[in-house]
């Protein structure tokens, strides 16, 4: 049961009011939907379960710490942010020193689009631990979506340090390489990123993207085709390609790509302009 709470059970079957050892076992229920170190459970079950538990009164303060962030999990994972965040803080309040609660928060927040507040969150995470990679990779993700690469590219730089087979940081210093018009460097990154993680079709679609951005219409080509063979729908390597096609003078199957993109996406070509991609 995780935190073995038999004698939390034990105290609530003296209570006569709540109905013998049947309640017993909805109350073993109950905290292990909380735990739910298995995922069996769906957020709202975890979210009862804990509830039940925080409102029992029976609860030891390290384990109303486990029962508010077990609820912010769920609460995230169902989409309630502000629940979560909520769930998170009261975390805090009880364990000031919880690096994750720090981390998760943060997450939530810039779920949210509150940059700011996630880069605090990080900011209190990344003192507590210092080697907490994923926090130096997030920040810059934040740091990126305000548009401060440098700030972003730092923090992966950072994450990256910490441990050098971090896909994702590689991939996220990469496009902020791309966004900064540093292609050769984002192209050295994704490559990277590649060798470790052959099977990513994301970097492969990221690395099309910076070579159809130096003019290399072929590599571009080459890379759009091996993340749609990896993922056949991942919309922006088809409108890629299909962009880079159109480039390279293959109109038809230039435009057979767009079309396929926008089957998938129809607003696959307001995301790539986002991006600078946009346009021929």
Do not use: W
């Not at 984002?186 to 079709?201: F, G, H, K, M, V």
Request: proline share 3%; charged share 25%; glycine share 8%.
């Amino acid at each position: 049961m995780g935190k073995l709470r038999f004698c939390l059970i034990a105290a609530l079957l003296t209570f006569p009011t709540m109905g013998g050892p049947a309640v017993a076992q909805t109350m073993q229920q109950q905290i292990a939907s909380c735990e739910n170190y298995s995922n069996a459970f769906a957020p709202d079950q975890q979210i009862a379960g804990c509830t039940v538990l925080i409102k029992s009164g029976h609860e030891t303060e390290r384990s109303l710490t486990f029962d508010y962030h077990s609820r912010g999990n769920a609460y995230r994972a169902k989409g309630d942010r502000d629940h979560a965040i909520a769930d998170y803080t009261e975390v805090l309040r009880l364990d000031p020193k919880s690096t994750l609660a720090y981390y998760q928060r943060g997450d939530t927040y810039a779920d949210k689009g509150d940059f700011d507040r996630a880069i605090a969150d990080y900011n209190e995470a990344i003192r507590l631990d210092r080697k907490y990679g994923e926090a130096y990779n997030n920040r810059g993700i934040a740091y990126k979506a305000k548009g401060d690469l440098d700030h972003a590219i730092a923090d992966y730089a950072e994450a990256i340090r910490l441990d050098p087979k971090y896909v994702e940081a590689y991939k996220n210093r990469g496009v902020a390489y791309a966004d900064k018009g540093d292609y050769d460097r984002a192209i050295a990154d994704y490559t990277e990123a590649i060798r470790l993680d052959p099977s990513n079709s994301d970097c492969y679609n990221e690395r099309g993207n910076a070579y159809r951005a130096k003019g290399d219409y072929d590599r571009a080509i080459a890379d759009y085709t091996e993340a749609i063979q990896l993922f056949p729908d991942l919309a922006a390597a088809l409108y890629g390609r299909g962009m880079a096609k159109l480039k390279s003078g293959n109109i038809s199957a230039g435009n057979a790509d767009i079309t396929a993109a926008k089957a998938i996406d129809p607003n696959i070509d307001r995301a790539y302009a986002g991006r600078g991609y946009g346009g021929t």
